[in-house]
């Protein structure tokens, strides 16, 4: 069982940055995919970024392309997401994510079985 740690949240104003860590406990065939969801109070849980293990693919949610950057330290095992010029609307508990495949068009959590247990973001104005 592959278990995944978050780390990095925090509190920030708009404009700022954060980033984010995920440590896997280890990285298999079952976690060729590794992403980051985020879940809003009274919203549904959406895929913000995710990459291969290998590094030749990303994705990104139109929301945060531009802003967002995932990447990843294999020598870890972790996957990090850097967030800059947040915003209000970033505030939300992210969530990082393993399964096998990475999305090609939408991002969606039944992709992934394998979830950490969430760190907050909050951005103010």
């Known amino acids: 069982q592959v278990q995944l740690v978050e780390s990095g949240g925090g509190s920030v104003q708009s404009g700022g940055s954060l980033r984010l860590s995920c440590a896997a406990s280890?990285?298999?065939?079952?976690?060729?995919?590794m992403g980051w969801f985020r879940q809003a109070p009274g919203k549904e849980r959406e895929g913000v970024a995710a990459?291969?293990?290998?590094?030749?693919?990303?994705w990104y949610a139109a929301s945060v392309k531009g802003r967002f950057t995932i990447s990843q330290d294999n020598a870890k095992n972790t996957v990090y997401l850097q967030m800059n010029s947040l915003k209000p609307e970033d505030t939300a508990m992210y969530y990082c994510?393993?399964?096998?495949?990475?999305?090609?068009?939408?991002?969606?959590?039944?992709?992934?079985?394998?979830w950490g247990h969430g760190t907050q973001v909050t951005v103010s104005s």
């Open positions: 990459a291969t293990t290998s590094g030749g693919y990303t």
């Open positions: 994510a393993a399964g096998r495949f990475c999305p090609q068009a939408t991002m969606l959590t039944r992709q992934f079985p394998y």
């Open positions: 280890e990285y298999t065939y079952s976690t060729n995919c």
